[in-house]
């Protein structure tokens, strides 16, 4: 077969180096000038670092195997990890239950009540239910009513913004079992690939270029051709590519936009998006000692605060690396803001309110942002999401917004790569001579 990958992200490399490994003609399209999509890379002091956070958890399998192959597991470290919430202009420890149990902003009984309800929360097996339950509701069922004030609601605008009231409980159960997994064996560690991920898919680039595969960066795709109900190739800017089957892994509501009106999907246009604002701080020392702070505090205009380097060290980069993140819906204010005018907002909210922080320290800022981060679930998420096999012969759809309810990251991504490229396979087995 013929196939044509559009999408150079994890997903669509994963998915092209197990068709190329099958003796399929591969062609992956890419509109970026290399493969990597969100895991999209600059760099400090010489060293490559990702312009949005990216880490491993243990249970990650699928990326660990994917790191095994490209022969880099000698790079691949385990790092300690800590967890912060910063609200009413103080930074509290969050990653063991003794820092629970210091947590002021909640009255004594509601941090017990916390406690034992995240205990709860993390034993619940069957989250299928929960897509049509209010992440709120369910969360406040648990802890109580204050924790849902003081820690949820706050959690939950950051990521959500507007539509906090909307996600559904499922998406909050796979966070939760995301976290118990980095926790197995005592201890938070999360991964690293030490000299950044853009090794990861410089090596996956080489592998698919050795197997014989046909990678085209810079290259956008314009329309995927059809034909009495099957799809015939896609027409790029650099010309027509004619294939037997073509495997989608871009944003999903871009697809819409590639096919003509009535080869449209619903379903294709039925989940939202979610942007984010990254900011790259680079400063002189560290604000804390912790990895990753919950910004909780509604005067603070983003969500989190990643110190990356109290995970990997300063010498990688000869200095300081922090993170701050927003994630903003289309329609709120921070889409359409210069990103460069807001990340320098943010450091004067810092400075004012943040312990430890002050902007004198900052040496350097690097804001990113794209307007697709990840879906924007919503209650009912699971009647929305879109096969994989479209109704359109040889036409596949493997997005992040099929990634349910876990949220999207690479391991998920190389997973969903590898189920595509075998339902293709399959497909290609049983379609008559």
Not at 71 to 95: A, I
Not at 285 to 305: E, H, K, L, M
Request: glycine share 12%; proline share 6%.
């Amino acid at each position: 077969m013929k196939v044509v990958v559009i999408g150079g992200g994890v997903a669509g490399v994963s998915a092209a180096l197990d068709l190329a490994r099958s003796g399929n003609e591969v062609v992956v399209v890419e509109r970026s000038d290399r493969i990597g999509g969100l895991v999209a890379s600059f760099e400090i002091g010489g060293t490559p670092l990702e312009c949005f956070y990216h880490h491993v958890f243990p249970h990650e399998r699928e990326i660990q195997q994917l790191i095994d192959e490209m022969g880099l597991s000698s790079k691949l470290e385990w790092h300690p990890s800590t967890v912060g919430v910063f609200t009413g202009g103080r930074l509290w420890p969050f990653t063991s239950p003794a820092d629970l149990l210091r947590f002021s902003p909640l009255p004594f009984l509601d941090r017990l009540r916390t406690g034992v309800g995240a205990l709860r929360l993390g034993r619940v097996a069957h989250w299928e239910q929960l897509d049509e339950i209010r992440a709120r509701d369910w969360l406040e069922s648990y802890t109580g009513p204050k924790a849902a004030e003081v820690v949820w609601d706050p959690l939950l605008r950051a990521k959500f913004g507007p539509v906090a009231g909307e996600v559904p409980a499922a998406w909050m159960w796979g966070r939760f079992q995301q976290r118990a997994g980095a926790r197995k064996g005592g201890g938070e560690k999360l991964g690293y690939l030490r000299g950044g991920f853009r090794q990861l898919f410089d090596a996956t680039a080489a592998e698919l270029a050795r197997l014989g595969a046909d990678v085209r960066t810079g290259t956008a795709v314009l329309r995927i051709a059809v034909d009495g109900g099957r799809v015939t190739g896609v027409e790029t800017a650099d010309g027509p590519i004619e294939a037997d089957d073509v495997l989608f892994t871009g944003p999903l509501p871009v697809l819409s936009g590639l096919v003509d009106d009535e080869h449209v999907d619903p379903r294709w246009n039925g989940i939202g998006s979610l942007g984010v604002l990254c900011t790259v701080l680079e400063l002189r020392r560290p604000v804390s000692g912790i990895y990753w702070t919950n910004v909780c505090d509604p005067d603070v205009p983003f969500g989190g605060v990643i110190e990356h380097t109290n995970l990997i060290p300063a010498s990688d980069y000869g200095t300081h690396v922090m993170y701050l993140s927003r994630y903003f819906t289309a329609d709120e204010s921070i889409a359409g803001a210069d990103p460069a005018d807001e990340a320098a907002r943010w450091i004067d909210v810092l400075d004012a309110r943040y312990p430890g922080f002050s902007k004198d320290d900052v040496v350097a800022f690097h804001p990113f942002t794209t307007p697709y981060a990840a879906p924007l679930v919503k209650i009912g998420h699971l009647r929305r999401i879109p096969p994989l096999e479209s109704h359109i012969a040889g036409m596949w759809v493997c997005t992040t917004a099929q990634i349910y309810p876990q949220d999207r990251g690479m391991s998920e991504g190389v997973r969903t790569g590898k189920e595509a490229a075998a339902a293709i396979a399959a497909a290609s087995v049983r379609a008559p001579a």
